[in-house]
């Protein structure tokens, strides 16, 4: 059970949140000037880095904000990413 | 390489065991290989076998950063079957039961197939829907794949005894007959001495930092034990594929998740079938020849490298498992671990070639036990001939661009 | 009966009988299984696993590999160690894996045929004929105790815990360092395996403090407990340590009667590791045989038990451990013949207690085998000057300490090997684990305090302020003595059976085989070997194997490495995992306000999705569910049906960008949707895949009321938040999850208008009021949302309402019907309704590759609009063209045929073969209105194939069936619209 910490609510068990997918991954804001390639990396590939990754938390069990941490996926360590950063 | 038999046994047995063989070489890497595979499991070391014993290439290397099957073949709950729903998965998996079959032959190693029979409980109609689907469509490649009344399910499973006010009644079942448990180090093991008897260089401890290549195309990799030349690379890396992939610049769609298993304290058999309750968190279990309960369920739900999971996982499991199974109650969880499983974004294997010319992927996908006699084969049939193996052709990369997804995800759960 | 008549803590006055293998015995309260059974000199308690070779009790705590019992009297129970098993006034326990008795077990032949089942043997034979048919033997032989048949009658709980520091082990280090942090103030949980404080000092005699070792950890104890910022938990094991400084902990027999076991989850914010270490045995030939016991186990039995095992002990060791025994040995009347130390020389206060005990001591010498099948008779050993033999009935070995590693191992620390200690020790550091004392590979007294009261200073890297610091003071130690071992492993070849795990009968030769066929890794030994695989999970024997592995590999055995530490430490029962959630408590079910009613009136009830369980149909006495399923059909067609439609989800949507939303959300507009008014509307997924349906209506200029499906409503939500929160965020749009806030229900049928007239209402449900349209007022004096949507293709109201007032007006409404037949409908009625009107839905008919125009749905997709969800995918489709699976109509010849859902679907004239499959059956049902067999299925460009013929093939039948379009009844739509 990871802790995660919740900006606005503090330190929760991982069973109130979704992972939610890395935060670099944006909705291209004109879909229709993508080529078929930059498109399909867009809605299926990922980074999934072994170290470091930033990724969306959505407290849905909590007060359902979504926020952004930065996460060790070999430690788990996780760093709080500043609201200001994003 | 020498033959195994009861009478190699009982000749080595007069001498003290004192003469067996080694069941593979551990040569020094050579400074170039036609082909190197990257990944010492049952999919990297299959492959190098039927390249050699399909295609002649004999100059290959299988290069593990660690030990033969460390990773998730030697960490998988051995379950193998072919219960899938699109026509494009249920023959690829069909031709890796039927491989299992006779591979213990093949490779001259007891691969320990026990054929024991999958049974899924159907708990909702929305379940019962599911599994006609897949059973007719098995139907079709020739799969049997069978509803069981609630009685019919009473009688295969004796100790079945569901709570009276099962949150889920389970109302009867679907029977994969042919579904069997394989032993999960054998497969390695046999795949490397038969690879390493035909010429393959099995290299442990070698781990690839790098990937050289020349315009477009790769020239061999970088590892902790020097560079190594290649004229072709596979890719099969099962939980470090977007790691290696990486290496020249391709992304997957792939997410790495921990996956996790755990063993009761053996008993006496109790348990013939593999049951799955996939109803609750998608849990199954069996019993294994050394009489361990094998228990297991879903991916914890983010991405990780770590190789554990959290407890509450297994809180849940066993919480499903009492449920239907509450003798259970006083059997004692033994030992718990995880690996970590390349989960593809449709749920189906990726057989492939890349934009880099001449490095091609496998990635197992999250229940790649299964395949691997089947992905080896295809893979090497791949890597020989730069086309792919009939049974494989729809398994590449190209369907994500074309949007032509082979959609498992819903129903194979990572066993 | 070997008994001391004083000391230890069993409670003479207070005798309790038991039966082991079927003969009575008797112990004290206060007794383990073990040292009753030790005590009633009981030597042989069980068999080994592959040879079946006699085994005695070899250790007196949870890492005893040979006394594993079933425990018949309190519910069967499998596997549990005798030294772990408190005795009970009744007790009946039975050796596991041995037949017929533990004695004279018939499997024992497998001990003369042992060269023919080296290590890994399975993997050479077998191949040819199938597998299955040579291991049902072999598992039957497998296994150890037999599960129990009955349900497990335990009660448990699982509880949750959050403190500044947990200290694991209330052994003297582990009660320091919890002093100084309680003193510091900060919250301290202290947890202990064992029933009292104490650790090691509760078997071995030390003074603290110039007090006896017990006593001051116990008066510290005592003191401790008191205090707000401190819980004491005895008989409670972490069994594991896991992200985030998460501990998990088994209570065992808690305060609580009812209670047979609690679950702790302990999040702290550092972990102190004070578990102590194990014996390690030593490796000789026999060193299985019953009678042979490791050093320190007998010097506990003697101290908490008085019990003894011997008469006459050969002592056997590489350190000084087993010279703190002699005193207490001779004390308890046993002759001592003399030690066999290993090393080759010995430090002054080793040669100092032997000569005080008058015990003999030969260095340099080792034992080369132990005399006596079942009991032990003697040794015989070498020494400078050659073989010799010594009479006794117990060999006592010591082969140093292993420290209990395990809970920094699953934290994520490493190990690495001391020499000096000769064991495997804490390296680099994880989390916020720290271990002290044995577990830190400190085997002094004195250092192991100092250590503790180091590291609680450290923790939180502050110094406790001076008032504090009496307590603080590192308590002064006498009597121990300094540790010393030399590592002296067997040599090569060694002759005849010797164990490195017990429990799975792996000797020596099974280890040097394994690294001869070239398994040089150590997990490569232990998987081929099974070593450190039994229940004990290596606690005693995996040092020895790495050791063994390290010398035959010429390696340091930091390069070999241990094994991954795999949780739990001790096994935990799956009673206390899964705890008491069963039935509802599973996933707990979601109600709607009518559950109770509808179930009052004979409902059949289904899982609707998102834990809902609702009606699947109402039978009626003597009505099949086929009969049930076409009488509701008919209402709904020709009178009157009434649907409960809580479930669905319901979501607000207001703020300015509202419109703006929807039309990206959906592929059609809804900027133009006037207030008042509803407007069916699909989404797609990001991949161009229907996703979900629904009517959503305009309140006002901004705010929207959707409606999706039960089973999706989860994503739905979560999608819509996603874009909300994370991409779209320059929208100005709240989003409100009302689903639980309302009730539904869905008046349908030519018969609904006519029913609502009948109640008192200031909605007018005249002409004006068309299809799609919604209203606020009342009903009886209700206030109601009235909207006229359809489901089933019938006229139909839908009456949104508070959840309190549901009930009552559902049986207002089913009373207002009762003369129009009004007919309570269920989801599969509903689902028959669907099919003849050839809606879709996504679950069935979407199948996750669907796109609208596959579904026929191209009407409501809005390509010029500038971008929705799924758009740009959609164009993909569009010019990648190719064959797609369509949604198609199915007409079987057979007008009463019984087609499946899921059936595949042939070519025509084609049998089953490899090539065939073209699509499959989606939904299909018997149509009670058209009095035929209906289906909706997914075919192989079906749009062009209507009039086709296609084999319809189920599992039980096949049948031909006519293609066509995907509506079978009303395909203007006129009635809903009526
Ligand atoms: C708990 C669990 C239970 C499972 N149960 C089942 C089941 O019942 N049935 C089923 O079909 N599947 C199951 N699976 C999935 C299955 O185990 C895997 O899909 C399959 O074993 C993958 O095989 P592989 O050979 O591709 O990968 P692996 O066996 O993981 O081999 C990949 C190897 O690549 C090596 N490697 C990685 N990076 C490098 C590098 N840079 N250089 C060199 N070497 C590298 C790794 O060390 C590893 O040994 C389970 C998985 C887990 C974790
Ligand atoms: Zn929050």
């Not at chain 2, 076998?49 to 051995?78: C, D, P, Q, S």
């Not at chain 3, 935990?572 to 509802?584: M, Q």
């Amino acid at each position: 059970m990871l802790e995660i910490p919740c900006p606005w609510c503090g330190p929760r068990n991982e069973s109130e949140f979704v992972c939610a997918g890395e935060a670099d991954r944006k909705r291209p804001s004109d879909p229709e000037a993508e080529t078929e390639e930059a498109w399909a990396d867009y809605l299926f590939n990922s980074t999934n880095p072994k170290g470091v990754v930033r990724e969306w938390w959505w407290h849905v069990s909590g007060c359902t904000r979504w926020f952004q941490i930065d996460r060790d996926t070999v430690t788990h360590e996780i760093t709080p990413v500043e609201e200001s950063s994003k | 390489m020498k033959r195994f038999s009861i009478f190699s046994l009982a000749r080595n047995a007069l001498t003290g065991h004192r003469h067996w063989e080694k069941m593979w070489r551990s040569p020094d890497p050579k400074r170039e290989y036609d082909v190197v595979i990257i990944g010492g499991g049952g999919h990297g070391l299959g492959a190098a076998y039927f390249l050699a014993k399909e295609h002649g290439i004999t100059n290959v290397a299988v290069l593990e950063k660690g030990w033969l099957g460390g990773g998730n073949t030697g960490r998988n709950t051995m379950t193998v079957r072919s219960n899938f729903l699109r026509e494009d998965s249920v023959p690829f998996h069909e031709m890796s039961l039927d491989l299992y079959h006779q591979l213990s032959r093949d490779l001259n190693y007891n691969l320990m197939v026990s054929q024991r029979g999958m049974i899924t409980f159907i708990q909702s109609s929305a379940a019962n829907r599911v599994a006609l689907q897949m059973a007719n469509t098995m139907h079709i490649y020739g799969a049997e794949y069978r509803m069981l009344t609630l009685d019919e399910v009473k009688q295969k499973i004796p100790i079945f005894d569901p709570s009276p006010d099962m949150r889920l009644p389970v109302r009867g079942g679907v029977y994969q007959p042919r579904a069997s448990m394989v032993r999960h180090d054998a497969v390695a093991w046999g795949f490397a001495r038969a690879a390493d008897a035909r010429g393959v260089d099995i290299i442990q401890n070698c781990e690839v930092t790098g990937i050289q290549q020349e315009n477009g195309a790769v020239t061999g990799v970088e590892t902790t034990r020097g560079l190594i030349k290649a004229r072709k690379i596979g890719m099969a890396v099962a939980g470090h594929g977007s790691v290696v992939a990486s290496m020249v610049g391709q992304r997957l769609p792939i997410t790495t998740q921990p996956l996790q298993a755990w063993v009761s304290e053996p008993v006496k058999p109790v348990l013939n079938e593999i049951v799955v309750i996939r109803s609750y968190y998608g849990t199954y279990l069996m019993q294994s020849d050394k009489g361990e309960i094998v228990v297991g369920q879903g991916c914890d739900p983010y991405p990780s490298y770590a190789q554990r999971g959290t407890f509450p996982i297994i809180e849940d499991a066993t919480t499903s498992m009492l449920e239907v199974f509450p003798s259970f109650g006083r059997l004692k969880l033994l030992r718990h671990w995880a690996g970590m499983l390349d989960i593809p974004y449709d749920g189906s294997p990726i057989i492939s070639k890349t934009n880099t010319r001449g490095f091609y992927i496998d990635v197992a996908g999250s229940g790649g036990f299964k395949t691997t006699p089947a992905a080896a084969k295809t893979f090497a049939h791949l890597i020989a001939k730069d086309t792919p193996h009939p049974l494989a052709e729809k398994l590449g990369l190209e369907r994500f661009s074309s949007g032509r997804l082979i959609q498992e995800g819903g129903v194979s759960a990572n066993r | 009966m070997t008994r001391l008549a004083n000391g230890g803590v069993i409670d003479r006055q207070r005798p309790l009988h038991f039966t082991f293998n079927g003969k009575r015995y008797q112990g004290y309260e206060g007794d383990t299984l073990a040292s009753a059974l030790m005590a009633n000199d009981v030597l042989i308690v069980g068999r080994s696993f592959k040879y079946h070779r006699p085994r005695g009790i070899l250790t007196c705590g949870p890492e005893e590999p040979n006394a594993l019992v079933q425990l018949v009297s309190d519910g069967d129970q499998p596997n549990l160690r005798a030294t772990e098993v408190p005795l009970r006034e009744g007790l009946e326990a039975r050796s596991v894996n041995c037949w017929p008795s533990a004695k004279f077990d018939l499997r024992a032949i497998n001990s003369f045929l042992a060269p023919l089942f080296p290590a890994g043997f399975y993997y050479k034979t077998f191949m040819a004929g199938r597998w299955d048919f040579y291991s049902r033997f072999i598992r039957q032989a497998a296994g150890l105790g037999r599960s129990p048949k009955e349900r497990d009658p335990g009660r448990y709980e699982r509880v949750n815990h959050h403190t500044d520091v947990l200290v694991v082990g209330a052994g003297p280090t582990g009660v320091q360092a919890a002093k100084v942090l309680a003193e510091s103030g900060r919250d301290v949980m202290v947890i202990d395996m064992q029933a009292s404080p104490g650790g090691h000092l509760l078997f071995h005699s030390c003074q603290i403090d110039s007090q006896p070792g017990v006593e001051w950890v116990s008066q510290a104890a005592v003191e401790l407990r008191d205090r707000k910022n401190v819980t004491w938990l005895q008989n409670t094991t972490a069994t594991g340590y896991y992200d985030h400084n998460m501990v998990i902990a088994v209570e065992h027999e808690p305060a609580e009667s009812w209670l047979r076991e609690r679950l702790w989850h302990i999040r702290a914010k550092k972990v102190v590791i004070a578990t102590g270490a194990v014996e390690r045995p030593l490796i000789f030939p026999g060193n299985d045989r019953p009678g042979v016991m490791l050093a320190d186990a007998v010097a506990r039995y003697i101290q908490r038990f008085a019990a003894v095992p011997g008469k006459s002990v050969v002592i056997y060791t590489n350190n000084s451990t087993a010279y703190a025994h002699l005193e207490t040995f001779k004390a308890a009347g046993i002759e001592i013949q003399g030690v066999l130390d290993l090393r080759e020389s010995l430090s002054e206060t080793e040669l100092g207690l032997a000569s005080k005990s008058k015990v003999p001591v030969v260095v340099n010498s080792r034992i080369t085998g132990v005399q006596g099948r079942s009991a032990v008779k003697g040794v015989t050993y070498q020494d400078e000057s050659g073989i010799k033999t010594l009479s006794c009935d117990l060999v006592c070995h010591s082969g140093g300490w292993n420290p209990l590693i395990h809970l920094y191992s699953h934290a994520g620390g490493r190990s690495r090997f001391d020499q000096e200690s000769a064991a495997f020790v804490p390296g680099e550091r994880a989390q916020g684990a720290y271990s002290i004392g044995g577990a830190n590979g400190t085997f002094s007294l004195g250092q192991g305090l100092k250590e503790a009261s180091e590291i609680a200073n450290l923790l939180f890297g502050e110094k406790s302020d001076d008032s504090a610091s009496s307590a603080l003071a590192v308590p002064v130690t006498e009597g121990e003595v300094s540790y010393r071992i030399d590592e002296i492993w067997p040599e090569k070849g060694l002759k005849g059976k010797a164990f490195v795990d017990f429990q799975n009968d792996v000797t020596t030769a099974d280890i040097s085989l394994a690294v001869r066929e070239n398994f040089r890794s150590i997990e490569h030994v232990k998987r081929y070997t099974t070593a450190g695989m039994a229940v004990d999970q290596g606690k005693i024997g995996n040092p020895n194997v790495i050791g063994l592995v390290s010398r035959e590999l010429d390696q340091e055995q930091t390069s070999v490495g241990t094994t991954t530490f795999r949780p739990p430490f001790a096994p935990v029962s799956f009673g206390v995992i899964g705890g008491n959630e069963r039935g509802l408590l599973i996933i707990p079910a979601r109600t709607t306000p009518m559950t109770d009613w509808n179930i009052a009136n004979g409902a059949a009830m289904d899982e609707a999705g998102a834990n809902f369980r609702r009606p699947f149909f109402f039978p009626r006495a003597g009505e099949s569910m086929e009969d049930a399923v076409a009488r509701e059909a008919t209402a709904v067609r020709t009178s009157c049906g009434i649907y409960d439609g809580t479930p669905l989800g319901t979501f607000e949507l207001h703020g300015p960008d509202t419109a703006e939303l929807l039309n990206r959300l959906y592929t059609n507009r809804f900027d133009n949707l006037p207030v008042g008014r509803g407007r069916f509307g699909l989404m797609l997924r990001e991949d161009g895949r229907l996703f979900d349906d629904g009517v959503t209506f305009r309140v006002d200029e901004t705010r929207y009321l959707m409606s999706c499906g039960t089973g999706a409503a989860g994503a739905v939500y979560a999608h819509i938040d996603r874009l909300l929160q994370t991409e779209w965020i320059d929208l100005k749009v709240y989003l409100v999850n009302v689903s639980a806030a309302w009730a539904t229900m869905c008046v349908c049928g030519p018969m609904a208008r006519k029913v609502l007239d009948k109640l008192e209402s200031d909605i007018a449900l005249d002409p004006s009021f068309r299809f799609l349209d919604f209203r606020d007022g009342t009903l009886e004096g209700i206030p109601v949302r009235l909207a006229r949507v359809s489901y089933t293709g019938e006229l139909s109201f839908e009456v949104n309402v508070a959840r309190r007032s549901a009930l009552k007006l559902w049986t207002i409404l089913i009373d207002a019907g009762k003369e129009f037949g009004i007919t309570p409908v269920g989801s599969e009625t509903s689902g028959v309704l669907r099919i003849e009107k050839g809606f879709i839905s996504p679950g069935h008919e979407g199948d996750n590759i669907t796109n609208p125009f596959d579904a026929g749905m191209g009407w409501i997709v809005d390509m010029t609009k500038p971008d929705f969800i799924g758009k740009r995918s959609l164009l993909r489709d569009m010019r990648l063209g190719g064959e797609r699976q369509h949604v198609v109509g199915l007409l079987p010849d057979d007008e009463r045929a019984a087609v499946a859902d899921g059936s595949a679907l042939l070519p025509a004239q084609q049998e089953l073969s490899r090539s065939g499959f073209q699509g499959h059956v989606t939904a299909a049902c018997f149509s009670p209105t058209l009095k035929r067999t209906i289906a909706l299925g997914l075919l192989k460009d079906g749009q062009s194939r209507h009039g086709e013929k296609v084999i319809i093939s189920g599992l039980e039948n096949s049948c031909p069936a006519t293609v066509s379009a995907p509506v079978f009844y009303d395909p203007k739509g006129e009635r809903m619209r009526g």
